[in-house]
């Protein structure tokens, strides 16, 4: 009797075109997802050489955005150039999908962005937001950047690679860091094969060895060559013990980090601190391992302390020895306008003593005279000055320049 209701229960189900089989509620949405995901890697990939990998896409929170909004667990994007070399690969713990960005919003994003074929930089973050079109890959977000081939660290909140121009741009709060050379600025623009750095806006960049700071607007920054290069007004402050104690600036300087010598062109000024002396010249050269500034273009030198000025055609100075040597057409003027011309001259400025020889011509004004001679030494400032006929046998020309009297009017 069971049986007989059995068999005719089945038979109305059948008439009724139903089941007793109940296929899981999840099903049509899984089905949904699978499509969506496998027409955004199609999309991704068709004519662009461009790849979305994933694992497990989930259903965004919003049921209202199915379409616009996906989650994706472990992500990668891939990127191709014409003859099938890697310039890009993304790689996320989780991502999501919307419209306007492939990808976007990504947690723990780790990258590497190619060159040739070969790893340039090595990309990081906690979060960034991921945009790319074929061409160009921007991150947004905390992001960290390394050259493996030079250990060059750039740290900002954007980052851009653009392959075809050989240029990766890293900007807002930019930090960079190297075994040579810390430096912030507004922007950075590296060409990978130069290994080339240009830092723009506000750049304050401090080497350790040796020890300067140099603040400018624009630096160039030669890795491999080890040179700093500037084509801006800039100020290099140099230290000893952290403490400064001289400083160049010029509209332009280079700087070799390996020979520790810094070239200042155009408008050059070397600044002591100690005594206070100014050098001013189109072009110095200022070794930091021997403490010597010296050029071959006309030259000015100021003692503020002293009030005193030296002009001349060429000079070197010794720093540590606080000692200046001038050459062709010397020109000394003191603080009451007293004169010393000479062919050379060496000024002792601890000792404020000056040598001077050749064609020698000292005048004073109170009280007016001159003499003529073949050496002179003694204290420019302390008007206290011997000329010497030198070994020409020579002898010393004294003028005496009487005063003009003055007539009283009756």
Request: with cysteine; glycine share 8%; net charge positive.
């Given at each position: 009797?069971?049986?007989?209701?059995?068999?005719?229960?089945?038979?109305?189900?059948?008439?009724?075109?139903?089941?007793?089989?109940?296929?899981?509620?999840?099903?049509?949405?899984?089905?949904?997802?699978?499509t969506?995901?496998?027409?955004?890697?199609?999309?991704a990939?068709?004519?662009?050489?461009?790849?979305?990998?994933?694992?497990?896409?989930?259903?965004?929170?919003?049921?209202?955005?199915?379409?616009?909004?996906?989650?994706?667990?472990?992500?990668?994007?891939?990127?191709?150039?014409?003859?099938?070399?890697?310039?890009?690969?993304?790689?996320?713990?989780?991502?999501?999908?919307?419209?306007?960005?492939?990808?976007?919003?990504?947690?723990?994003?780790y990258?590497?962005?190619?060159?040739?074929?070969?790893?340039?930089?090595?990309?990081?973050?906690?979060?960034?937001?991921?945009?790319?079109?074929?061409?160009?890959?921007?991150?947004?977000?905390?992001?960290?950047?390394?050259?493996?081939?030079?250990?060059?660290?750039?740290?900002?909140?954007?980052?851009?690679?653009?392959p075809?121009?050989?240029?990766?741009?890293?900007?807002?709060?930019?930090?960079?860091?190297?075994?040579q050379?810390?430096?912030?600025?507004?922007?950075?623009?590296?060409?990978?094969?130069?290994?080339?750095?240009?830092?723009?806006?506000?750049?304050?960049?401090?080497?350790?060895?040796?020890q300067?700071?140099?603040?400018?607007?624009?630096?160039?920054?030669?890795?491999?060559?080890?040179?700093?290069?500037?084509?801006?007004?800039l100020?290099?402050d140099?230290?000893?013990?952290?403490?400064?104690?001289?400083?160049?600036?010029?509209?332009?300087?280079?700087?070799?980090?390996?020979?520790?010598?810094?070239?200042?062109?155009?408008?050059?000024?070397?600044?002591?601190?100690?005594?206070?002396?100014?050098?001013?010249?189109?072009?110095?050269?200022?070794?930091?391992n021997?403490?010597?500034?010296?050029?071959?273009?006309?030259?000015?030198?100021?003692?503020?302390?002293?009030?005193?000025?030296?002009?001349?055609?060429?000079?070197?100075?010794?720093?540590?020895?606080?000692?200046?040597?001038?050459?062709?057409?010397?020109?000394?003027?003191?603080?009451?306008?007293?004169?010393?011309?000479?062919?050379?001259?060496?000024?002792?400025?601890?000792?404020?003593?000056?040598?001077?020889?050749?064609d020698?011509?000292?005048?004073?004004?109170?009280?007016?005279?001159?003499?003529?001679?073949?050496?002179?030494?003694?204290?420019?400032?302390?008007?206290?000055?011997?000329?010497?006929?030198?070994?020409?046998?020579?002898?010393?020309?004294?003028?005496?320049?009487?005063?003009?009297?003055k007539?009283?009017?009756?």
């Amino acid at each position: 009797m069971k049986q007989q209701e059995k068999k005719r229960g089945r038979g109305e189900e059948k008439k009724r075109g139903g089941s007793r089989r109940n296929f899981p509620h999840s099903f049509t949405p899984r089905l949904l997802f699978l499509t969506l995901c496998l027409t955004i890697g199609l999309a991704a990939c068709g004519g662009s050489k461009n790849q979305v990998v994933t694992k497990t896409p989930s259903e965004s929170p919003s049921p209202l955005n199915k379409e616009n909004n996906l989650t994706f667990f472990d992500v990668t994007l891939e990127q191709a150039d014409e003859v099938g070399r890697p310039i890009w690969r993304v790689k996320a713990k989780q991502a999501k999908y919307t419209k306007e960005k492939q990808i976007g919003e990504a947690e723990s994003p780790y990258g590497e962005l190619y060159q040739d074929g070969k790893v340039v930089y090595q990309v990081q973050a906690q979060k960034a937001d991921i945009e790319q079109d074929g061409k160009q890959l921007f991150l947004k977000g905390k992001i960290i950047a390394t050259d493996p081939r030079n250990g060059v660290v750039l740290r900002g909140n954007e980052l851009e690679w653009r392959p075809k121009e050989d240029l990766l741009i890293v900007r807002n709060q930019l930090n960079g860091t190297h075994k040579q050379l810390q430096a912030v600025a507004t922007e950075a623009r590296v060409t990978t094969r130069q290994q080339r750095i240009e830092f723009s806006g506000g750049v304050v960049a401090n080497s350790s060895e040796p020890q300067l700071q140099m603040r400018t607007e624009h630096l160039i920054w030669r890795i491999k060559e080890e040179k700093l290069i500037g084509d801006r007004p800039l100020q290099i402050d140099h230290y000893k013990n952290n403490q400064i104690t001289d400083r160049g600036k010029g509209d332009a300087a280079e700087v070799n980090l390996k020979t520790k010598i810094a070239t200042v062109t155009k408008n050059g000024q070397m600044e002591l601190l100690d005594p206070p002396v100014q050098i001013a010249s189109n072009s110095m050269s200022w070794n930091l391992n021997t403490e010597t500034v010296t050029t071959n273009s006309p030259v000015r030198v100021f003692h503020r302390a002293e009030n005193t000025t030296v002009s001349a055609n060429q000079g070197e100075m010794k720093i540590a020895q606080k000692t200046i040597y001038l050459t062709g057409n010397v020109y000394s003027v003191g603080q009451r306008r007293q004169t010393l011309r000479s062919k050379t001259l060496t000024w002792y400025l601890d000792k404020k003593l000056v040598e001077a020889e050749g064609d020698v011509v000292y005048r004073q004004v109170d009280p007016p005279l001159a003499f003529t001679g073949e050496k002179a030494s003694g204290n420019l400032q302390g008007e206290t000055i011997v000329v010497t006929g030198g070994n020409s046998g020579n002898k010393v020309v004294t003028e005496i320049i009487p005063q003009e009297r003055k007539v009283k009017s009756q």
